[in-house]
């Protein structure tokens, strides 16, 4: 049986993925900066450890005896962020890792305007240099993510977007678990890129047709370009540093970069994913008032 390690796993991904490991009878190391937080994952068997991006040679020590790992991009952005990668990816060879699957991004091409594409990219070419072998998930952008969104849409009766005509193959976090924990727990997924797609891409006329049902009055989408929806985004308060990047994923959706959708969750965990409606389903309350 090969060690399976995870690192990130405090993190909404990291955890559900460690929960669907843990249901399979694995027993996971789970690598955090901060290890209490994964107490109650302790107490279900995972061997929890410290792990830090920014400490490549307490990284090196922990993944010591890992076959296979999870490496959960950071929630980090800027430069910092490709510096802990690639710390990260170097440690991971360094420590003997044989295999590495790491959360890449739809489409992380050099023409591609989302915000963290290029460091995606990188970190994927560090990782194909590594020596290891690798699987990139490439994950669409969260269906959890548009929930504010449509209930913003919802209760003002207007989807503000810059994302034009484009469409979005939005995926469940679930999902994206599922299929990590696929791959970790099974054979063949040597030197593989899969899109992690949910079942359908959807436009902002979509998004704006979910408002509707889930508000219960009708929504008008509102294009407006990628400044006057930065200046939006910072009227409503959103920090200076994020409001472009969010921006970048509506500039993004518009140049088709976000639209494929792929087999790849059905393939991998041998059911359908999950859909956007499914997720606003299950936040109703985000609907109330
Ligand atoms: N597809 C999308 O729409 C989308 C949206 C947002 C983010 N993302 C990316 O997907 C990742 C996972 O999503 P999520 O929802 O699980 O994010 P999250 O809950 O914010 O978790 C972020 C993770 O980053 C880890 N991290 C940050 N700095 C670290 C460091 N120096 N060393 C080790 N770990 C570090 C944290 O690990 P510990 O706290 O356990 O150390 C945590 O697990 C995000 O970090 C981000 O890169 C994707």
């Known amino acids: 049986m090969p060690t399976i390690a995870v690192i990130g796993a405090s993190g909404n991904l990291g955890r559900r993925v460690a929960d669907l490991l843990l249901d399979q009878g ?23 450890r410290h792990g830090d991006f920014a400490d490549p040679a307490g990284l090196r020590a922990a993944l010591t005896g890992v076959d296979r790992l ?30 590495v699957l790491y ?6 091409e050099p023409d591609n305007p989302a915000g963290v594409a290029a460091s995606h990219r990188i970190t994927e070419t560090a990782i194909r240099g590594s020596g290891m072998t690798w699987t990139f998930l490439r994950n669409n952008i969260y269906a959890e993510f548009q929930v504010p969104t449509v209930a913003q849409a919802a209760a003002s009766g207007q989807l503000i977007t810059n994302s034009g005509k484009g469409a979005s193959a939005y995926v469940s976090r ?13 054979d063949g997924h ?42 939006g985004l910072l009227s409503a308060g959103l920090p200076p540093e994020a409001a472009p990047l969010i921006a970048s994923f509506g500039t993004s959706a518009r140049g088709g970069w976000a639209e494929h959708v792929s087999t790849a969750v059905h393939d991998l965990t041998g059911r359908a994913p999950i859909s956007l409606h499914d997720v606003l389903s299950a936040n109703r309350d985000a609907f109330k008032g």
């Open 26 to 48: 694995e027993r996971p190391v789970l690598l955090t900066r901060n290890p209490a937080a994964l107490a109650a994952y302790a107490q279900r068997g995972a061997d929890v």
């Open 70 to 99: 999870l490496l959960i991009s950071v929630d980090v952005v800027g430069p910092e962020r490709l510096v802990l990668h690639s710390q990260a990816v170097d440690a991971a060879a360094a420590a003997g890792v044989g295999h």
């Open 103 to 108: 959360t890449s991004l739809s489409s992380p």
């Open 174 to 186: 679930e999902d994206c678990a599922a299929a990590a924990a696929a791959v970790l727990t099974s």
């Open 190 to 231: 040597e030197n593989a890129v899969y899109d992690i797609t949910g079942p359908e891409a959807i436009d902002s006329a979509a998004l704006a047709a979910l408002a509707a049902e889930f508000g219960g009055q009708p929504v008008e989408v509102v294009d407006v370009d990628d400044e006057s929806f930065i200046q």
